[in-house]
C-alpha cells in the first residue's frame, strides 16, 4: 500500500502565501502523477495543479500564476507553493499520485486532506 501524509495548511489572510507538502511512503517502485485537488463546501472536488514525472505542469485557470506545484522525487514529495491567496481558495486540499508498487501493481492513492483558509 501507499500512504500519503499532508502537512502546511492553516489560517491565512488575503494575500498571504502557504506551502503544502505531500510525502508518499510504502510499497513504491515508481511514481508518475502528483497532484493536488481542492473541495470548497458545497463545490464539487477541482484540479488544483498536476506535474508529471518528467515536470510538465498542469495548473486550473483559477490558480495560474499564484500557485506553483514542484516535486522531489528523492523523497517522492510534491509540494503546492500558493501565493496571493484569496478568499475564493479557501478549500480542503488532497494530494494525489500514481505509480507501482514493488510488485509492479498500479496503484493510485489520495491524502486526507488538508483545510486551508483564507480570510478577507
Known amino acids: 500500500q501507499v500512504q500519503l501524509v499532508e502537512s502546511g495548511g492553516g489560517l491565512v489572510q488575503a494575500g498571504g502565501s502557504l506551502r503544502l507538502s505531500c510525502a508518499a511512503s510504502g510499497s513504491i517502485f515508481s511514481i508518475n502523477d502528483m497532484g493536488w485537488d481542492r473541495q470548497a463546501p458545497g463545490k464539487q472536488r477541482e484540479l488544483v495543479a498536476l506535474?508529471?514525472?518528467?515536470?510538465?505542469?498542469n495548473y486550473a485557470d483559477s490558480v495560474k500564476g499564484r500557485f506553483t506545484i514542484s516535486r522531489n522525487n528523492a523523497k517522492n514529495t510534491v509540494y503546492l507553493q500558493m501565493n496571493s491567496l484569496k478568499p475564493e481558495d479557501t478549500a480542503v486540499y488532497y494530494c494525489?499520485?500514481?505509480?507501482?508498487?514493488?510488485?509492479?501493481?498500479?496503484?493510485?492513492?489520495w491524502g486526507q486532506g488538508t483545510q486551508v483558509t483564507v480570510s478577507s
Open positions: 494525489n499520485t500514481n505509480g507501482k508498487t514493488m510488485t509492479m501493481a498500479p496503484f493510485s492513492s
Open positions: 506535474i508529471t514525472s518528467g515536470g510538465n505542469t
